[in-house]
């Protein structure tokens, strides 16, 4: 069983910058791949930034340039690292981690933070 503990999520003003953290835990399991996802309300949820085990990155095209994730693979932590921050980045932000076991590989959830950013 794997863990997520999310951190960093709060209210910023139009134009700031915040710093999400996702660190996994348990043991018997490899991470692969790690993500962002967020949910703003009334919509669906949606991939934020991805990054695959060797490193190679992805981006929903309203987050590029602007949002960077990164990955620490000897803490088992993701960071996703959101400049020039608007008021439409407003949402809820999941960590996803792809994890593989002796068993199985499966997807693990954090429990969401919450972004505001105001105008």
């Known amino acids: 069983q794997v863990q997520l503990v999310e951190s960093g999520g709060g209210l910023v003003q139009a134009g700031g910058s915040l710093r999400l953290s996702c660190a996994a835990s348990g043991s018997g399991f490899k991470i692969n791949a790690m993500g962002w996802y967020r949910q703003a309300p009334g919509k669906q949820r949606e991939l934020v930034a991805h990054i695959a085990s060797g490193g190679r990155t992805n981006y929903a095209d309203s987050v590029k340039g602007r949002f960077t994730i990164s990955r620490d693979n000897a803490e088992n932590t993701v960071y996703l690292q959101m400049n020039s921050l608007k008021p439409e980045d407003t949402a809820v932000y999941y960590c996803?981690?792809?994890?593989?076991?002796?068993?199985?590989?499966?997807?693990?959830w954090g429990r969401g933070t919450q972004v505001t950013v105001s105008s």
């Open positions: 996803n981690v792809e994890a593989r076991s002796s068993y199985s590989t499966r997807d693990y």
